[in-house]
């Protein structure tokens, strides 16, 4: 959750004023974003926010390119699902103020690495089954 949802959420956006929490959640979906974390949680590699090297997975473990194809072979260690390329957020505001700026990148690491033979098991249960049908 990015820090304004954390504030709005935190703050309750005034939803007494505003038809209660109806509002307050049609407030934090409209600013829910991706974290864009700052290193791969297995080996700590450093992820700019405009780091084309980055791996997410739908609940947004973030992984280096190698380490989610090499060591990973393209199943989170954390829920199973596949990776995909992490966007960049746009470092200069180009349109409606949706930039790096307004919305920085997470802060806060995560370095768990995955413990590489429980994986092994999760990868042979996987391994005929696609990333978008798990």
């Known amino acids: ?35 864009l974390r700052p290193n791969c949680e297995h080996c700590d590699a450093d992820l700019p926010p405009a780091s084309t090297e980055a791996r997410i997975c739908s609940f947004e473990c973030t992984f280096c390119a190698r380490c989610a194809d090499q060591v990973l072979g393209n199943v989170c260690p954390n829920c199973g699902g596949g990776f995909a390329p992490r966007p960049v957020r746009p470092a200069t505001d180009r349109r409606n103020g949706n930039f790096l700026g307004r919305y920085p990148a997470s802060g806060t690491r995560k370095h768990r690495p995955a413990d590489l033979a429980a994986h092994a098991l999760l990868r042979q249960a996987l391994r005929d089954i696609a990333a978008q049908d798990r």
């Open 1 to 35: 959750m990015t820090v304004s949802a954390r504030y709005l959420s935190a703050r309750g956006v005034g939803a007494a004023r505003r038809g209660g929490y109806a509002g307050r959640d049609r407030l934090l979906k409209e600013t829910a974003m991706l974290e």
